[in-house]
Nanobody, 117 residues
Framework: QVQLVESGGGSVQAGGSLRLSCSSS????????MAWFRQVPGEEREGVAH???????TYADSVKGRFTISTDNANRTLYLQMNSLKPEDTAEYYC???????????WGQGTHVTVSS
């Protein structure tokens, strides 16, 4: 069973930066896709960034130019570098991974990000 463990969340002022990490029990090259999602209470979970096995990457419009998704295959870790953070980026952030055409067969437990104005 795949295990994903996020870390790196915290509180930061607007304009600041954070880097989220997601440690995977499986080697990253086994996945079709890994992704970061976020969720605010009362709202649907939103896809933030996806990275695919062919190297392609997609971002939500709301984070383009500010967030960067990347992987470290040797350390089986997914990252999300978040710069120029805004209060509206405040959310619980989840790591997800999938195989066979999915990006979300497995989920981490979440890490919270708070951005104050």
């Amino acid at each position: 069973q795949v295990q994903l463990v996020e870390s790196g969340g915290g509180s930061v002022q607007a304009g600041g930066s954070l880097r989220l990490s997601c440690s995977s029990s499986n080697y990253i090259y086994n996945y079709y896709c890994m992704a970061w999602f976020r969720q605010v209470p009362g709202e649907e979970r939103e896809g933030v960034a996806h990275i695919f096995s062919d190297g392609s990457i997609t971002y939500a419009d709301s984070v383009k130019g500010r967030f960067t998704i990347s992987t470290d295959n040797a350390n089986r870790t997914l990252y999300l570098q978040m710069n120029s953070l805004k209060p509206e980026d405040t959310a619980e952030y989840y790591c997800a991974a999938g195989m066979y055409g999915s990006c979300s067969n497995s989920w981490g437990q979440g890490t919270h990000v708070t951005v104050s104005s």
